[in-house]
């Protein structure tokens, strides 16, 4: 008796940290930050057609700007949408001021670890998708400095492979022009140009779990992606872009942070 007591305690204390149902405050920021987001520049979307019909699935994008889930999220079907969370850092409360506590309501956020152990967060993540919930995870873990991919880690992979699930790759154009770490606020016109930015969201075709052998190959393959479409992007806007802020120089390519099978399979 003791012990199903104990175990329903334990599944309600799991499902009460799954994403709830987005609230009233989620859809009010919702909806003033892609007002802001249309003010600033023209969002288009593309590769739509490979958005997978059902759910759950994984998407995968580069790491821009704060807001980089909502343009995401809104690219998706309106079912979609109230299905969408995001990986977050659980610092984004109490280190990035008030976009960071908006951000929380609008991406029904799951909570990980940004530097210390990231497999609880993995966890909940994982039981997030069993759940039927579309996940994001940003595989570079934070937002670029530069405009350019960092290295990527393998959650991503490692929660689609885990879920059984298909990982939609998707390319940001033009974020880190509008909305860089290194801005306090948007910008609303690129000065080279004097005109509204563009930004893009691209969606690539699905990664498929089963198609590869580990967390590590399917994160490679995302990764090659990536930075075919970062390269298309480079060459078209090359004169364009922003000129980064004094002392910022783009990094060289270091290698990623994998979480090994050994500390995270048993638990995912």
């Not at 012990?3 to 149902?21: A, D, E, H, V, W």
């Not at 976009?99 to 799951?110: D, E, T, W």
């Not at 991503?156 to 492979?161: D, L, R």
Request: a positive charge.
């Amino acid at each position: 008796m003791d012990k199903q007591k104990n175990r329903n305690k334990k599944n309600r204390k799991i499902y009460s940290s799954l994403p709830g149902k987005r609230s009233v405050f989620g859809r009010i920021f919702s909806w003033f930050g892609m007002t802001v987001a249309k003010m600033c520049a023209e969002i288009n979307y593309f590769g739509q057609e490979n958005i997978p019909e059902k759910s759950p699935y994984v998407i995968a994008p580069n790491h821009q700007t704060y807001v980089d889930g909502l343009l995401v999220g809104k690219g998706l079907s309106k079912e979609h949408f109230e299905k969408f969370s995001a990986l977050i850092g659980s610092d984004l409360k109490s280190k990035h001021g008030l976009i960071g506590k908006l951000i929380v309501p609008v991406s029904r956020g799951v909570e990980v670890e940004r530097y210390g152990n990231p497999v609880r967060g993995l966890v909940m993540a994982r039981r997030a998708c069993n759940a039927g919930n579309i996940l994001m995870v940003h595989p570079e873990g934070t937002r670029t400095h530069d405009g350019t991919l960092g290295p990527l880690q393998n959650g991503a992979a490692y929660i689609a492979q885990a879920g059984k699930v298909p990982l939609v790759p998707v390319y940001i154009e033009g974020g880190f022009e509008v909305f860089s770490r290194h801005d306090k606020r948007p910008r609303f016109r690129n000065p080279k140009t004097g005109k509204k930015f563009i930004v893009n969201i691209i969606f690539g075709k699905a990664l498929m779990p089963e198609d590869y052998s580990s967390p590590d190959e399917m994160t490679s393959a995302l990764e090659d992606w990536l930075l075919e479409r970062e390269n298309e992007y480079f060459i078209k806007n090359k004169g364009l872009l922003r000129d980064l802020p004094q002392g910022v120089r783009k990094k060289k390519r270091k290698k990623p942070k994998r979480i090994h099978k050994s500390t995270a399979q048993s638990k995912i």
